[in-house]
């Protein structure tokens, strides 16, 4: 059988690893090209105002930005910190294909079923054009208050 006491007992021992992860599985949105490409486009034209406010006014420190940055959120973090609080009202954009490590950004799917927000994956490629219209090194992820009928991307899709 076993050569020592000492055998048997490693043999039995169970080794227990510890795992972070969630018995509720939410799945990402599926949106396809075509719709993704839309709403990209639709998002690069009413961003570009802001990133050219910044183009502009990059060496002065006024605060007087378009109307629309009053409705905008910008970053992991910050998106983060207001799905957190009640968020009626909001979509996250995640530019979930171009970042990485992925799971910088899975929080985000759980935080926003959570909150009863609405969150929308971007196509492949959408960070570059994002950080080109917001004249912002890079936009991982965002979110957009959809208050007036014309910020409806939804509506124009």
């Not at 050569?3 to 990402?28: C, G, H």
């Not at 009413?46 to 060496?59: D, H």
């Not at 929308?120 to 004249?135: M, W």
């Amino acid at each position: 059988m076993h050569d020592s006491i000492r055998n048997d007992a490693q043999a039995k021992k169970k080794v227990f690893k510890n795992v972070l992860e969630s018995p509720f599985t939410v799945k990402w949105p599926a949106v396809s090209n075509q719709v993704g490409d839309s709403i990209l486009s639709i998002l690069v034209q009413l961003l570009e105002p802001i990133g050219a406010y910044r183009k502009a006014n990059r060496k002065s420190k006024k605060e007087d930005y378009p109307e629309l940055n009053k409705r905008l959120v910008l970053g992991i973090n910050s998106v983060t910190e207001l799905l957190e609080k009640p968020a009626k009202g909001w979509t996250v954009f995640v530019c979930k294909r171009d970042i990485q490590p992925t799971h910088l950004c899975s929080h985000l799917l759980t935080m926003a079923s959570m909150a009863k927000v609405k969150l929308v994956p971007l196509p492949q490629n959408a960070q570059v054009q994002l950080s080109r219209a917001l004249y912002l090194p890079r936009v991982s992820a965002f979110a957009l208050q959809v208050t007036c009928v014309s910020l409806r991307v939804s509506d124009k899709v």
